[in-house]
């Protein structure tokens, strides 16, 4: 099992940066990838980022690109994602994500995760 925590989450002003962070414990030598999604209100969870927990290569859709970057401190077992020039329509509970799949391909998905945080809220006022 894998556990995951999030934190940094808050109130912040449109334009503003945060930076979220998920503690990953437990038997984190299964894990292949690990993403970011986000729900907000009246919406379907959507994917924000991932990352190759080994090779640290990353993906984004391309709403996030230009603003979000995910990173991992692997001797940290912590991910991070760092969140610029925030708009209003960020607005969500960011949750992070560990997958067990060896496929980037399988990481925008969020059926292919295996273990998830409880999530934290992210609220941008404009």
């Known amino acids: 099992q894998v556990a995951l925590v999030e934190s940094g989450g808050g109130l912040v002003q449109a334009g503003d940066s945060l930076r979220l962070s998920c503690l990953a414990s437990g038997r984190t030598f299964s894990i292949y990838g690990m993403g970011w999604f986000r729900r907000a209100p009246g919406k379907e969870r959507e994917f924000v980022a991932s990352i190759s927990w080994n090779g640290g290569e990353t993906y984004y859709p391309a709403s996030v690109k230009e603003r979000f970057t995910i990173s991992r401190d692997k001797a940290k077992s912590t991910v991070y994602l760092q969140m610029n020039s925030l708009k209003s329509e960020d607005t969500a509970v960011y949750y992070c994500?560990?997958?067990?799949?060896?496929?980037?391909?399988?990481?925008?998905?969020?059926?292919?995760?295996?273990?998830w945080g409880r999530g934290t809220q992210v609220t941008v006022s404009s």
């Open positions: 994500a560990a997958s067990k799949s060896r496929r980037p391909l399988d990481w925008n998905t969020r059926a292919r995760y295996d273990y």
